[in-house]
C-alpha cells in the first residue's frame, strides 16, 4: 500500500477511443456456437468495437492520449512519463510506449511498456506512475491502457471471443501543492497463472487453434467476487476513509453481473459507478479507462472527487487505487 506523499498526485485529465467498426452479438452468432440472449444475460454485453486491419495498438493508443492530454490542458512537451500496458504491440522491438512518444511529440519523456495479462494492467499501470511521480524530475505522467483482441483471438473459441473488444483508455496524472488522497493496493496469485492463459507469441510452441484466451470462468467469477470488495476496502481504509467517503468507483468492465455483485456487496448505489460493457464489451485494461474517461465526460465525476478504481484477470493478479480526479 502507498504511503502518503507530502504533495498531491492527482488526475487532471481523461480521454479514450474505439474503433468505429460495431461488432453486434447478432454478428457473433455468425461466427460462433451462440446467441444475443446468452450473451445479454451473461455478461451484459450488445455490440464490441473492433479495429479496422490497418489499425495498430499504437493508433488506438495516441487518439485516447491526445485526448486525455487535450482534457488536461498540456502539450506533449509537458509529459515526463509514458506508461503504456498491453498484451500485443505494434511490433515486437521496440515497445509500443516509445512508438507512441515519437508520434505525440513527447520529447521530454521516459517511456516503456508494462504488461500483467490485460484486464489486471491498468492499475498495476496506474500505481507504477504513482512511484515514479515525484514532483521534480517526473512531476506529469501519461498512462495508456490499451487492447487490440480481435486481430489475434479464435473466433469459434466462444468461452472467450465472444465478450472481449478493441479500445484504449489514457489518463493524465499531476503533482502538486498539499496532501491529497492517495492509495494503492496490488496482489498476484502466480500459483494460479493457469486459470487464465492466452498462449502463443512466445518461447512455448502451441498448436494454432490454442492460441487464443483460455479461462477458467467459474474460477474467474469466484476470484473476482472475493478479491475486488476486499481490496477496495483494503485501499480505502489504508486512506483513512470510509466506503461511503468515496465518491465514484470504476471497475473493470468485464461482466455486468461481477459488477452490480460487488457494488452490493460494497453497500454502493448503482449512481456511484458508470457501466458500459453494453457497449463496448471486456476490453482487457482498457475498459475501466474508458469508463473513466465516459463517466467524467457525462458529469457523472465532477472535479475534486474522490474516486476508486479497480482492475483484475490474468496472472492472477488484482489492484485497486484511490485518487483525486482534479480536470481543469
Avoid at 470504476?250 to 456487496?265: C, E, G, T
Avoid at 454502493?268 to 474517461?293: K, Q
Wanted: glycine residues 10%; negative net charge.
Amino acid at each position: 500500500m502507498t504511503a502518503p506523499h507530502d504533495f498531491s498526485i492527482r488526475c487532471v485529465g481523461t480521454g479514450s477511443y474505439a474503433p468505429e467498426t460495431v461488432l453486434t452479438n447478432q454478428d457473433i452468432e455468425q461466427r460462433m456456437d451462440t446467441n444475443d440472449a446468452w450473451i445479454q444475460k451473461t455478461y451484459g454485453i450488445r455490440e464490441r468495437r473492433v479495429a479496422s486491419p490497418t489499425q495498430q495498438v499504437s493508433d488506438l493508443s495516441c487518439e485516447a492520449a491526445k485526448r486525455a492530454l487535450d482534457a488536461a490542458m498540456l502539450g506533449p512537451e509537458q509529459i515526463d512519463l509514458i506508461i503504456h500496458a498491453s498484451i500485443n504491440n505494434d511490433v515486437r522491438v521496440p515497445a509500443t510506449a516509445c512508438i507512441v512518444q515519437g508520434r505525440l511529440g513527447c520529447d521530454e519523456a521516459v517511456a516503456f511498456d508494462i504488461n500483467l495479462g490485460g484486464c489486471p494492467n491498468t492499475a498495476f499501470a496506474l500505481t507504477t506512475a504513482i512511484k515514479y511521480l515525484d514532483g521534480v524530475r517526473f512531476k506529469r505522467a501519461l498512462v495508456i491502457c490499451t487492447e487490440i483482441y480481435s486481430k489475434f483471438i479464435n473466433w469459434s473459441y466462444r468461452s472467450s471471443a465472444c465478450f472481449l473488444g478493441d479500445g484504449s483508455g489514457a489518463v493524465v496524472l499531476e503533482t502538486g501543492p498539499g496532501g491529497g488522497p492517495l492509495a494503492c493496493d496490488l496482489h498476484t496469485a502466480g500459483s494460479q497463472y493457469a486459470e487464465v492463459v492466452w498462449a502463443g507469441g512466445g518461447t512455448r510452441q502451441v498448436d494454432p487453434e490454442e492460441q487464443t484466451p483460455i479461462i477458467n470462468g467459474r474460477v474467474v467469477w469466484d476470484f473476482g467476487h472475493r478479491v475486488v470488495p476486499e481490496v477496495i476496502r483494503t485501499v480505502i481504509a489504508s486512506a483513512g476513509f470510509e466506503v461511503d467517503d468515496v465518491d465514484f468507483f470504476i471497475f473493470h468492465q468485464a461482466n455486468i453481473n461481477m459488477i452490480r455483485n460487488n457494488m452490493a456487496a460494497l453497500g454502493v448505489p448503482p449512481e456511484r459507478t458508470h457501466m458500459n460493457n453494453d457497449r463496448f464489451g471486456n476490453t482487457g485494461g482498457a475498459s475501466s479507462l474508458i469508463a473513466l474517461d465516459e463517466a467524467v465526460r457525462l458529469g457523472k465525476i465532477p472535479p475534486k472527487s474522490r474516486v476508486v478504481l479497480c482492475s483484475y484477470g490474468a496472472g492472477l493478479a488484482w489492484g485497486a487505487v484511490l485518487f483525486e480526479y482534479r480536470g481543469r
